[in-house]
């Protein structure tokens, strides 16, 4: 049940919330148009939430829509009013009691002793704590306005923007920020190659890793005579980016003409396709490439955390940079590019931008990671594009758009201030709006690597339209409710089947076209049977994992041909030998390889 606030039946201390993230911001608050929103802004504000029908009703008139409305949903409600406060210049309280970054049940509970404990409007809020956390429009009581604004608090409280150093960043500065300090903290435990950490997944690791966290990568990986595999995923064997067949050069060589692609340029020229971390951040001896050390109080590469001279890795399959085009070799400028953190947004990111069907987010990220150690500011000034492409893939730049080639890229946080993404605390601190961020991805932060146009190895089935009966179901397309509809930018179909976890270790099927971490494939997936069989197959035990919506397999009996070697001990009949996509997903809806040679060069 969700309480719409002040114009809605509040009952305090029976509510169960259930509202996340930040305030919107889709109306400007300036009532009267004249480009500030002051005290008479705020009497408006009063008069519309006075008039309006109630969440989900009437706004009372059209100037009032327009001018408060922020979550577009037709009232003058709670909601609104704290993203009007914000209009105002206003700074909501937090509602994070004990100061933790998230605002929980244990802050609820809090909420409930201060409110308990005020003297009313006008009286005293408690004590400072009750009023820094909860007195949300300075009256000096704890109320049931402050309580309006709490449930909107409800979940992550605005996160700071930190650098590399773990230093906030402050409003007006050019540099990059840093997903691994920015979202790790006391928060998300990363824990660099654990595998309860967040960058321990194999989107993160790519191969480099076991589930273990241990560093798995050697010649002939699969013991079968290809010394050429060297992981059991991508980054460990040969890769067709950029239209040229390469393959990963080993860490330790002796000659240049023992290396192809190596690290350096498979984060350049494969990077767009991977979360960030593993390759991306560490060698595989487990020293980050580069980065700053306490100790030394200095930045530093890998090799010589361990010991090593730049001359010690001219043919270090890390440290090396082979040109695939004209095979000139020089050292990885590490230094130059920053290392590629978990990107946690390239997934996490609510409201994305989609242009003429691409995600524009995972676009700029690319063109970012592509440019290399050639990338500027409008000061001609180097940017770190492997650090940098988390940033570009939030748009937070003022220049350039997306061009082939790209070499320039003026960060600029003030387009994230603008549309509403970001924000600043009275310190000039950059946050990020929790409204910004979804915990479950959007079906088109998947599309970007898995979907169509993007490589078609990493893409099972191809159902990502309303040709496909279950994107349909979940996208309540099926119904006669046109209003209901779930548009494709905002799908989160994807997760139904593909579950994630703590770890990051996306529940996965199986590819014809490839080998990629084999020994994932289905475990945790829901599958066919796994949804429709109300029974497991002994015929007796039922099934918990059983989706109520989806039809009954085998059912009452009306499709015969469903109890053929249907249950366990039978060892003959179509459901023994065949699976249901044979029937029922007889083709794929998109296009086919017919023939690729790999060994021609593109145009």
């Known amino acids: 049940m969700r309480y719409g606030g002040l114009n809605a039946v509040t009952v305090f201390g029976i509510v169960v919330l259930l509202c996340t993230g930040g305030p919107p911001f889709a109306a400007s608050g300036d009532y009267d148009g004249n480009g500030y929103v002051n005290l008479v802004d705020y009497g408006f504000f009063v008069d519309c939430l006075a008039a309006s029908g109630g969440p989900g009703r009437d ?37 994070d009691y004990d100061d933790n970054g998230y605002v929980d049940l244990v802050d609820y509970s809090a909420f409930e002793v201060c409110f308990t404990t005020s003297d009313g409007p006008g009286g005293d809020a408690g004590t400072p704590e009750c009023k820094d956390a909860f007195d949300n429009n300075k009256d000096e009581d704890v109320d049931l306005a402050d309580f ?52 321990g997944g194999y989107h993160f690791q790519e191969g480099r890793t076991d589930l273990d966290g241990n560093i798995i990568m050697g010649d002939d990986y699969f013991g079968d005579g290809r010394p050429w595999m060297q992981s059991p995923a991508r980054y460990g064997r040969q890769t067709t980016a950029s239209g040229l067949g390469t393959q990963l050069a080993p860490k330790d060589n002796t000659a240049e003409s023992q290396i192809d692609r190596t690290t350096f340029a498979w984060v350049q020229d494969c990077g767009g396709c991977h979360a960030g971390g593993g390759p991306g951040e560490f060698d595989r001896a487990g020293e980050r490439l580069y980065g700053y050390y306490e100790d030394t109080e200095l930045f530093q590469f890998g090799y010589e955390r361990s010991g090593l001279t730049a001359g010690d890795v001219v043919f270090d399959g890390d440290y090396a940079n082979m040109d695939v085009v ?12 920053g290392v590629s953190e978990p990107d946690c947004l390239l997934c996490h990111r ?30 001609d000034d180097p940017v770190p594009a492997f650090l940098a492409a988390s940033t570009a893939g939030q748009g937070w730049f003022s220049a350039p758009a997306v ?17 509403g993404s970001l924000m600043t605390n009275p310190a000039s601190e ?14 088109s932060s998947c ?41 494709p930018e905002k799908s989160k179909v994807c997760t139904h089947c593909h579950a994630g976890s703590l770890g990051h270790n996306v529940a996965k099927g199986d590819s014809l076209q490839m080998h990629y971490r084999d020994e994932l494939d289905f475990v945790g997936i829901k599958t066919c049977r ?14 918990p994992d059983k989706d109520p919506d989806a039809p009954d397999v085998p059912g009452d009996g009306t499709i015969q041909i469903h109890f053929m070697g249907f249950y366990q001990g039978e060892t003959s009949g179509m459901m023994y030998r065949m699976s249901c996509q044979a029937c029922h997903a007889p083709y794929a809806l998109g296009e086919a390889y017919v023939f690729c040679d790999y060994t021609v060069s593109p145009g």
Not at 326 to 337: F, I, K
Not at 353 to 374: K, Q, S
Not at 405 to 415: K, N, V
Not at 537 to 543: A, E, K, R
Request: aromatic share 8%; net charge negative; with cysteine.
């Open 350 to 379: 609510a409201d994305r931008t989609i242009e003429g069907g691409v995600d524009m987010n995972h676009a700029w990220r690319n063109e970012t990671l592509l440019a290399g150690d050639n990338l500027v500011d409008d000061s």
């Open 59 to 95: 706004a009372g008139t059209q100037e009032c829509k327009d001018a408060f409305d922020n979550d577009e949903d037709s009232d003058v409600d709670a909601r609104d009013f704290a993203s009007f406060q914000l209009a105002q210049g206003l700074v909501p309280t937090t509602g």
């Open 148 to 199: 309006a604004a709490f449930q909107l608090a409800q979940g992550h409280t605005p996160i700071p923007l930190r650098d590399v150093l773990g230093n906030v960043l402050i409003a007006g500065v050019t540099e990059p920020y840093s997903p691994r300090q920015t979202c790790t903290g006391s928060c998300h435990a990363h824990d660099l190659d654990s595998p309860t950490g967040i960058a």
């Open 326 to 337: 004209t095979g000139d070799l020089s050292p990885a400028r590490w230094d130059t590019t």
């Open 530 to 543: 796994s949804c429709h069989l109300p029974l497991f197959s002994d015929g007796v035990t039922p099934n």
């Open 430 to 443: 950059l946050n990020l709006l929790t409204s910004a961020i979804t915990a479950t991805p959007y079906d």
């Open 403 to 419: 061009a082939e080639g790209l070499t320039t890229l003026q960060i600029d946080y003030s387009q994230g201030l603008s549309e």
């Open 447 to 487: 599309w970007a690597c898995h979907g169509p146009g993007a490589n078609e190895d990493n893409i099972g089935m191809v159902w990502f339209d309303d040709r496909d009966v279950h994107f349909r179901k979940f996208n309540k397309l099926n119904d006669e409710d046109l209003y209901n509809d779930v548009p």
